[in-house]
């Protein structure tokens, strides 16, 4: 399955991966926070540096993980 990966510490850091199992979500980073993908088309013209390309991408993914390296709103 495809995901969005982004960062707690920051809010522009993003990138894609396939993800089979709990196992390679853990091995992207040890503590992370699973959910739904809820980010949309309309919110990454606030992302420095979101590329038009990946927009095909964001709108497949249906997982998002964040990395839980710093405090989370």
């Given at each position: 399955?495809?995901?969005?990966?982004?960062?707690?510490?920051?809010?522009?850091?993003?990138?894609?991966?396939?993800?089979?199992?709990?196992?390679?979500?853990?091995?992207?980073?040890?503590?992370?926070?699973?959910?739904?993908?809820?980010?949309?088309v309309?919110?990454?013209?606030?992302?420095?540096?979101?590329?038009?390309?990946?927009?095909?991408?964001?709108?497949?993914?249906?997982?998002?993980?964040?990395?839980y390296?710093?405090?989370?709103?």
């Amino acid at each position: 399955m495809l995901t969005i990966i982004t960062k707690a510490s920051s809010s522009y850091w993003y990138k894609f991966k396939n993800v089979k199992t709990l196992n390679d979500v853990l091995d992207i980073y040890p503590h992370c926070i699973v959910e739904e993908n809820d980010i949309t088309v309309n919110d990454v013209p606030y992302w420095d540096g979101f590329r038009k390309e990946d927009i095909p991408l964001l709108k497949k993914a249906k997982c998002h993980i964040t990395i839980y390296d710093d405090w989370v709103e």
